[in-house]
């Protein structure tokens, strides 16, 4: 049994998926107009983690994340009017530029980067990405229908609005007050949003020199929110299980969501929707005044293993804040190069310990439970009672839901004095000095590692093998 808290309903209920062992879910992605945040990070490893639960529990998962590659900061940034957007193109490149090629080339980069990211933090891809800017006539059906049931309305400059009034669940998941509502900062940047909280952009007028589609309702570019409700629909159908995303994404953007959903199909948009709490950078929020929007390569560039990182968000309950801090991350760091040393010095994994990895699934089947799931993981770790190749089985079993690379033996965490004699040892057997090789081999082998040559000059290492 699986529980999982659902934000619609503010309570936990058991996980029931419309037609299992199928589950739909979708999650909305990154806006490329930049590299992603660890905020952002810890959303995705969230998904990521919900995933793994899920098939652990031999769920059939397809997922669908969104690529938001039109959008005002895209937009902006391709013109260069971000400072410190890192990879500006060159005026030269920018110059009688067609402006969708223009956001085409500028976020591209950034796609590429995002997707680097979530390959270092071992997250598995969505079965499908789709982007904005190839999501267009789904879009163009859905604003037709909005329009044609009376829900959305062409404004005098040739954009077209949701109309709130039009649709009284509004403000269902947020639980908003609608007569206290107040813009976000998000929308008061947006000029498409009308009568502050009130009606949101579906369609943007096309203005001049930013990119714009032609389609039967006149030339424009789509809203940011259309594409989650255009693409769930097309790829998942009209009620998906799941939906996530991060707390900040509630309202507007999820609650615009289920309206442009909710009015065009008069089904549930989605039955669970599930949210992630936000990370704070040494107890603040992340800003640019504060300098403290940290991406990957922040954490790369200090020599730290972007698995620590994943490691730290799963100390922390994904419904608590995480607090970032340089050294939670360090002692995160130690505690995985801990684990992945001592495992490497296991017997080979074989049979397992049932109780530990009962008790593991049902920590993480509760509500995503992963500090319990990583305190148990240490608990087997110390229990002599169990052989090493049982702990070794078990561990690997859990690290499935985890995430954190245990199994993999290439992992294994080097001093830079054994770097060094490895180098030195590959070094002398391309050049054939097989005496000089094979005394570096005795040299690491009496430090306890152990190399397997392969073909082609290849070799694979492990730690030797001793009780602990
Ligand atoms: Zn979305």
Redesign the pocket.
Known sequence: MLTIFNSLSRKLEPFKPQNPPAVTMYT?GPTVYNFVHIGNLRAYVFYDTLKRLLRSHEYAIKHVM?ITDVDDKIIRGSAAEIPNCGLRPAPSERKNQDPNERIKSFSKKYEEAYFEDLKKLNIISADVNPKATEYIPQMVTLIQTLLHKGVAYKSEDGSIYFSIKKFPQYGRLSRLDKKSLRPTERMIKDEYTKDSIQDFALWKAAKEGEPSWETPFGKGRPGW?I??SAMANDLLGETIDIHS?GVD?IFP??EN?IAQSEAATGKPFARYWIHNEHLLVDNQKMSKSLHNFYTLREIEEKGIDPLALRYLFLTVHYRDKLNFTWESLEAARQALTRLRDLVATWDEPAIGCAGYEADFLAAIADDLGTPRGLALLWDLVHDREYPTSARHASILKMDKVLGLRLDSRDEITLSSEEKKLLDDRQQARRVGDFEVSDEIRATLENKGLVIEDTANNGFRLKRKRTER
């Open positions: 909305c969104n929110h594409e989650c995303g994404l953007h999820h969501e």
